[in-house]
């Protein structure tokens, strides 16, 4: 049975794990810090950068293993909020989206598909958590479906109890304010098995595994 | 530069790495307990079992990747000693060899090269380490090349100072008896940045990368 995975998701000892809000300028909404410590390099393997193989890349090196899709929010895709508007905005990543598969970006507005040579291609798909991960799983074939989000989509996932796995990265950071993972969720720890580990630089990975 | 990278190698509390006495019956020479806790599956990808991704599945999954080539002692490839017998002995790993790239195999006895349809092929070398290194550089064309062990062999290289990475698994038991991993060696400390993680379950992951 495909997997739904999270990785690499950052979240501040306040629970949060984006700004409050999205710009051009900033797309991590003012939550920049979260990313202080991660190396985006080695997403597709830890002998994509000529870097030390540390804990925090192997880990990071997840990320790609066996992925056939990605579902994210509408606000990882771009800044925009409401109708689309014909600006030729073709995601934050320039001529080559990091995915190399079919990507469903939530959203209630229609688009039409944009796709790159690389193999990424985003598709705007409106409809509930279930629905979607049946048209990514579907699009996947057989490998598992990354939940790529922000913290909003994936918390939405979590409470429709349709997370298998999540690697979360809880960085000694404060942000005061921003998206909360958590918020309105309670008890997730006892759907999950979790395992936890402190990388030297004071990075704590958590790998929350489904209970079978 | 690419690198050369040593892989799950487990060591007992007492420095062995492998029994003293392999045959048929007992590939790891009576030390089987080192890897009562590996789960072997996700050499290629935490995706290849449909098991729960834990921290020790997800750093096994470093070894394939970006690696072009293996070198590996004789005793790994099989039990004979002296010349090589007329036995058609092919491997420990039947018809599907996990390696899938060129695998240099070091013995001063002369051997014809093995290939099997997976892309692994046996090809069985004599020479130093600098020389066989040499070899297998050219054979990977570019990726990294991973020293498969045993131990006995990696003690070599990294007494020549060829090793630029280890991910050593430090398990919980005692053997008494066995090859030693750190037999003759000494400060290697030195010349390595270590980081050393615990699992749930006792192993202890050290990532040893070479200064620089």
Redesign the interface.
Known sequence: ?PRT?VHNLNISLDGYAAGEQVTLDAPIGGAEGLFGWFDGRVIH????A?A????DR??I??WG???GAEIMGRRKFGPQVGEWPDDGWRGWWGDEPPFHTPVFVMTHHPHPQIDFPNGTSFRFVDGSPQEVLRLAREAAGG??VRLGGGPSTVRQFLQADLVD?M?LTVVPITLGRGVSLWDGTRDLQDRF?I?S????NGVT?Q?W?RK?
Not at 45 to 48: F, I, L
Not at 52 to 55: A, D, F, G, R, V
Not at 197 to 200: E, F, H, K, L, S
Request: glycine share 6%.
């Open positions: 049975m995975r393997g830890v002998d994509k000529d030390p193989i540390t804990l192997a880990l090196s997840l293993q066996g992925v490998p598992d796995f690697h098995s395992e580990v402190t990388a030297p990975h790998l595994n079978v």
